[in-house]
């Protein structure tokens, strides 16, 4: 049996998690499923787009990882939240999926606060670019409902804290300039197995664990 109600014991009642099923089978994903939990993600679209008719309809699925403009028609039908926009051109292209399934997606702005250069994401200066778009305004079948970020792999929890701390006040920013009057942007997207008690005391409203739950 898996981890879920140990881990879930744990997470505040305002924090949602999203049970990162990318390693698993349909299997097990349903045993996670019957025991009361449906907010799964994947970081891959070919596994998701692989998964998602095997399973119950009214999974929230989350798409976690990065994201080719070429593969969104393949998850625009059902995913419920995107954590891994990077840029404008993808953001447009969620929209135009978006507008053809007659859904509106939520969706995450991703950014770059690990020392590791191997993680994707944006900087404060690209953020702004995007969000200062007058096509933006346009882009009526997607939603911007916050921040994500990975922190760095590393044993230093100093580290993680400070980057976690990085994307709280990131978010706190776009909140402030951008979407003052706009409720539904209210979700900091941060911690994974190895860090997400560090990431709740930091601010998030979701995380996103995996191996934790089924090691």
Known sequence: MTHLQEILKEIP??????????????????????????????????????????????????????????????IAPFVSMIHSVDSFRLLKEINKEAAKNDRIISCLLQFHIATEETKFGLDMAEAKDILGNPELLDLKNVRICGVMGMATFTENNDLVRKEFRTLKEIFTTIQTGFFRDDPSFREISMGMSGDYRIAIEEGSTIVRIGTAIFA
């Open 13 to 74: 009642s305002d924090v949602r998690l999203v049970v990162v099923s990318k390693t698993v089978p349909v299997e097990t994903i349903m045993e996670v499923y019957k025991a009361g939990h449906k907010i799964f993600g994947e970081n891959r679209a070919q596994a998701i787009i692989e998964k998602q008719p095997l399973l119950p309809k009214d999974i929230e699925w989350h798409f976690i990882g990065h994201l080719q403009s070429n593969k969104v028609k393949y």
